[in-house]
């Protein structure tokens, strides 16, 4: 089938490009550091608004942990079913602005437990 008439969604799509860079980050690090270990961090900005599926989610850390990157997921998605593929979850919140230098200052919380109260609401 010609790739144009191909339909894949907005998540799969991402997961595919994902899967090309960790592969492609795998094998750099590979030819610069001969070696097997750790290949470094992949930072992501909201992946879960597009590949939110638990099937997509399950998908992106399982090529990652078998390429030794870090994945670091920023999102404001609540989700329960993309946040319980993860094994730890932190929420940042603002806690309070600083009055003489306007600086916003955030309180770091476990989130598990909040992802498992979402679960048995909805569940």
């Known amino acids: 089938m010609p790739l144009e008439q191909t339909a894949v969604s ?12 960790l592969v492609v980050a795998r094998l750099r690090a590979e030819e610069l550091h001969g070696t097997t270990g750790d290949a470094g961090i992949l930072m992501m900005d909201n992946p879960l608004g597009k590949a939110n599926k638990a ?10 942990d ?15 079913n993309a946040l319980g593929e993860f094994e ?22 476990a989130m598990q437990a909040h992802v498992d109260s979402l679960e048995r609401t909805n569940g």
């Open 55 to 64: 099937l997509l989610v399950k998908t992106q850390i399982g090529l990652a």
């Open 88 to 109: 730890n979850i932190v929420r940042l919140r603002r806690a309070w602005r600083e009055l003489g230098t306007d600086r916003i200052h955030l309180a770091v919380e």
């Open 10 to 21: 907005g998540g799969e799509l991402l997961t595919a490009a994902m899967m090309i860079y």
């Open 66 to 80: 078998a390429m030794g990157i870090q994945l670091f997921y920023a999102t404001g998605i609540q989700d329960t």
